[in-house]
């Protein structure tokens, strides 16, 4: 099978890409071995959420000039990350992604924990600190659901409280969840989810409404256990209930992350790109220092050829890097990597020390082609986490890395093609 690129991962950073080249034309593979971590993405895109210091940012560009040279941004240069920050936002509106947030002052989001974080873009029905704030009176009744664990209202009435408002924090028992509340590994949000339409959503609005008759909140917060794919399920049950109504995120696998994924995914294939889900890229065949195809575990010895490779298989979590006892590598094409490389350096003692080893990746050059036995590449792309550098979680950089790398890379192989 032969393409103009061929994009290894299916998360943030390989479909921005993806989209990005099909909407030029290109005629784009993109191979999928399974979920990215936008799975369990809490609705909310980080930028730069917390400085080399671990202190919350507010004014992104003032904290992207403290990065270190080898960090993703720095070699994007800031003033390319304001830019791209912005091209993001619009790619995502172009595929129904609809957020708030700007590229220069981040807000307030809550958690899956019920902690107020920096957030760069939110999802729009997600509950953010400026919505709530706009609301005529600042009192919230937070909705959970019994025997939901992944849903921490506890937590986000403590948060709230230290802004001000005032919460009540209302359970509501369903008859229609009996089934999953059976087992505490069924009753999880994506499976609530698929059974939160019709009747049954009409019914869980009643049972709001029914609970909330006597409470002066003028909005409500309810976790994130209906689809929000479209304005289907979410936009019905916000005008069922007839009150102010936003999501917050929920532990485990996420409804809102999954929609998100769903969107773009489906953009692309709108576009005429081609999606190759559950394929693992396994082996490839070098021609001096270009990539001239890539094998699967699914296409019995079948090559996927193209002009250009992008490689965005994520980090330890996507797999695309693995760590050995003695050594990070990257698994599928035999890649440089970049990691300490004494081994007692990789981890401190405290866990909410700083982890060396989180910033491990691919190593690249200047053009974000990735190395292998020392040399770039010269038709090999890298992006998103697997880049080397970046401590995205420590950050909240990581959906900024994926998108900008993303737009990066694509645009290094538009202008040279
Ligand atoms: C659990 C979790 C939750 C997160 N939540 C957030 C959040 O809420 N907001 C935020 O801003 N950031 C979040 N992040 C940070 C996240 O890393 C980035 O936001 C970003 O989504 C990373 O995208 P990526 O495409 O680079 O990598 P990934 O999302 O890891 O995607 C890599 C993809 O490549 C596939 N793959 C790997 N190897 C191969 C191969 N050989 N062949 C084919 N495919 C392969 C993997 O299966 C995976 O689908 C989260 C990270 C994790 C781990």
């Given at each position: 099978m032969k393409f103009d690129t061929v994009i290894i991962g299916a998360g943030l950073a390989g479909i921005t890409a993806a989209i990005r080249l099909a909407e030029e034309g290109k005629n784009v593979g993109l191979v999928s071995a399974g979920r990215s971590s936008m799975h369990f993405n809490s609705g909310a895109l980080g930028?730069?959420?917390?400085?080399t210091d671990h202190h919350p940012v507010d004014d992104v560009p003032t904290a992207l000039v403290?990065?270190?040279?080898?960090?993703p941004y720095s070699k994007l240069g800031d003033a390319y990350v304001t830019r791209a920050a912005s091209d993001a936002a619009d790619l995502l509106r172009r595929a129904g992604v609809r957020t708030v947030g700007s590229a220069v002052h981040n807000h307030t989001r809550i958690s899956p924990l019920g902690i107020l974080r920096p957030a760069w873009?939110?999802?729009?029905n997600i509950a953010t600190l400026d919505s709530l704030k706009?609301?005529?009176?600042?009192c919230v009744a937070i909705i959970s659901l019994a025997g939901?664990?992944?849903?921490y209202p506890r937590f986000i009435a403590s948060s709230l409280e230290k802004e001000g408002f005032r919460c009540e924090i209302i359970t509501i028992d369903t008859p229609e969840l009996k089934a999953l509340r059976s087992s505490e590994t069924e009753m999880r949000a994506a499976n609530i989810a698929r059974i939160m339409q019709g009747d049954t959503l009409l019914s869980f609005a009643r049972a709001i409404r029914e609970a909330v008759r006597?409470?002066?909140?003028?909005a409500l917060i309810i976790p994130?256990?209906?689809?929000?794919?479209?304005?289907?399920e979410a936009l019905r049950l916000r005008k069922a209930v007839g009150r102010q109504l936003f999501y917050a995120p929920t532990m485990g696998v996420s409804v809102p992350g999954i929609a998100m994924h769903t969107r773009l995914l489906r953009y692309f294939l709108s576009l005429g790109g081609r999606l190759l889900n559950g394929?693992?890229?396994t082996s490839a065949d070098f021609d001096g220092d270009k990539l001239s195809a890539v094998y699967t575990d699914?296409?019995?010895?079948d090559a996927l050829r193209a002009d250009n490779f992008v490689?965005?298989?994520?980090s330890f979590f996507g797999r695309g890097i693995v760590a050995l006892p003695d050594a990070v590598i990257e698994p599928s094409l035999g890649l440089d990597t970049f990691a300490?490389?004494?081994?007692?350096?990789?981890?401190?003692?405290?866990?909410?020390d700083r982890q060396?080893?989180?910033?491990?990746g691919i190593a690249v050059d200047d053009r974000f082609r990735a190395l292998r036995n020392g040399s770039p590449v010269t038709n090999l792309f890298a992006a998103g986490a697997?880049?080397?550098?970046?401590?995205s979680v420590r950050e909240d950089s990581g959906a900024g890395v994926a998108m900008l790398t993303a737009l990066y890379v694509a645009d290094e192989i538009l202008n040279n093609n």
């Open positions: 930028l730069l959420g917390f400085d403290s990065l270190l040279p080898d960090h873009l939110t999802l729009d706009s609301l005529s009176e600042s939901f664990l992944d849903f006597t409470s002066e909140a003028t994130a256990v209906v689809n929000f794919d479209g304005d289907g394929h693992r890229v699914k296409f019995d010895g490689f965005a298989a994520g300490p490389s004494d081994t007692s350096q990789w981890h401190k003692p405290d866990l909410f060396p080893i989180m910033k491990a697997a880049l080397a550098g970046a401590d």
